[in-house]
């Protein structure tokens, strides 16, 4: 069995080693899973329910502790970390509602019955990146234990140790052995075999277009049903009508939160000719103020990126651009990148591609319809925030734009306050619509 080291972001230096699950032991997990599956999903509801909301509490309890966790392992700022962990005792208890409502329907025939229910798929194998390691997978296993399935679980591996609390956290909570279980190891083998496996009944992947497109055709061979979040290279567009201080007080947040590894990220800023020169003055002190380090600190928005190697890929999107300006950061261990805003060319690799880093790509528009137009010219179509103070502006441009969640007026970075909004998206983002409904981000077979 091989194992592998995990590291500290913020100072490079080693935390643990783990072993990487193989083969067997992955077939092992779905086995105890199948089993106490069959029984989870012969409990009556409300006795599920009760099951996720004791979860939801244990979790409330440690909060403090899975915050710690997610700041060493991920470096993520601890007002952020504080703020995930909460967030997956939120989702818990939201979902915690959804074991006795999952109702379904009755449809009118002439003579006869004919009426559907909401069944559990079975085992459901969940595959998470290393960016948001509770919050995303907390997304995946709330509503799919509420929906009476088990869940396999595998965190990335750059950062799995929240994902393992949080699996001993469910046994203290009282949930069955068997049905919540994560397994660490690798994407080629653990995730493959997520896929492969004939017991597991439906696979949710969030991470790359490039492994999801795998994922999909491998559940395609399967015919088995996947549920996909990949990446996104959204848009802020900033109209010359729009309040510009709120605006540029607005804009780091949107693209640098999470040190821009953020599948959300408003990486693209485009904004309207006429104010374009005075909006990035206003910004230029906005970045520099921007406050990046150590990240057990309360006043730090910013920790370092993920590992030497997507820092690497990071810098490699900065050669031959034209660097208009850039935050700050820490010198010396750790992975430290500061934030970089770009002037950029609408083909430009840096204006279509992904970064997933503290890059903002800027544009400018002439009006409306090129404004919609460049924040279409990408292959994603994730999110996207428009800025302006005209409503009918903010609508029409809302639904000129082909992305999920694209709200005028945006709030100054993309969170989520209360479980989830409804998270819909299209072309190489995601097929699928996911998100906060009752019906469990399709986790039952209707
Ligand atoms: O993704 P990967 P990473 C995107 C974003 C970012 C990229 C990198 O584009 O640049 O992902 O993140 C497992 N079969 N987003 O490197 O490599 C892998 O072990 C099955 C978007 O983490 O796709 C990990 O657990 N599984 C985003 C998970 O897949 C496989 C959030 C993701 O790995 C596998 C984060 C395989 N063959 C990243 N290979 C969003 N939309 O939220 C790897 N994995």
Request: glycine letters at 10%.
């Amino acid at each position: 069995m091989s194992t592998f080291t995990v590291i500290d972001p913020s100072t490079g230096s080693p935390i643990t080693t783990l072993e990487r699950a193989e083969i067997d032991q992955v077939d092992a997990a779905v086995a105890d899973a199948v089993r106490a599956q069959r029984a989870w999903a012969s409990l009556a509801p409300v006795a599920r329910a009760d099951a996720l909301r004791a979860f939801a509490r244990v979790v409330e309890a440690h909060v403090d502790e899975l915050a710690a966790l997610e700041v060493k392992n991920s470096g993520h700022p601890i007002g952020s970390a504080r703020w995930e962990a909460q967030h997956v005792a939120q989702v818990l208890n939201y979902y915690a509602g959804a074991p006795e409502r999952l109702i379904g329907s009755q449809i009118p025939v002439a003579g006869g019955l004919d009426v559907t229910y909401h069944e559990p798929y079975g085992v459901v194998g969940i595959i998470v990146p290393w960016n948001f390691p509770m919050t995303i997978a907390a997304w995946g296993f709330a509503p799919a234990l509420a929906a009476g399935n088990a869940v396999v679980l595998k965190p990335a591996e750059l950062t799995p140790l929240t994902a393992i609390r949080l699996g001993e956290l469910a046994l203290e909570a009282g949930l069955p052995e068997g049905l919540f279980q994560v397994v660490v190891g690798s994407g080629s083998v653990v995730g493959q075999r997520f896929v492969s496996h004939p017991d597991v009944h439906k696979v949710v992947f969030t991470g790359s277009t490039e492994v999801g497109t795998e994922v999909a055709a491998g559940c395609a061979r399967m015919l088995k049903p996947v549920t996909l979040e990949l990446g996104g290279k959204s848009a802020n567009i900033v109209f010359a009508d729009a309040d510009l201080e709120k605006a540029a007080a607005g804009v780091p947040g949107s693209v640098f939160d999470n040190a821009g590894q953020d599948c959300c990220a408003r990486s693209r800023l485009l904004v309207q000719r006429s104010v374009f020169d005075r909006f990035l003055e206003m910004l230029e002190p906005a970045v520099a103020g921007w406050k990046v380090g150590d990240p057990t600190s309360e006043n730090t928005q910013m920790g370092p990126l993920i590992s030497a190697s997507h820092r690497s890929t990071v810098q490699s999107f900065l050669d031959g651009v034209d660097v208009a300006f850039r935050g700050s950061a820490p010198e010396g261990d750790g992975f430290w990148f500061a934030p970089a805003v770009v002037l950029a060319q609408p083909g430009d690799r840096i204006a279509q591609d992904e970064v997933f880093g503290p890059v903002l790509a800027v544009l400018p528009f002439d009006d409306e319809a090129d404004a919609i137009r460049l924040a279409n010219d990408t292959a994603y179509g994730l999110a996207g925030s428009i800025w302006t103070e005209s409503l009918g502006r903010g609508i029409r441009v809302s639904r000129g734009v082909r992305s999920g969640a694209r709200p005028p007026d945006p709030p100054p970075r993309p969170a989520y306050d209360g479980p989830r909004p409804t998270f819909g998206s299209c072309r190489r983002s995601e097929p699928a619509i996911t998100g906060t409904r009752f019906s469990s981000k399709g986790t039952t077979a209707p």
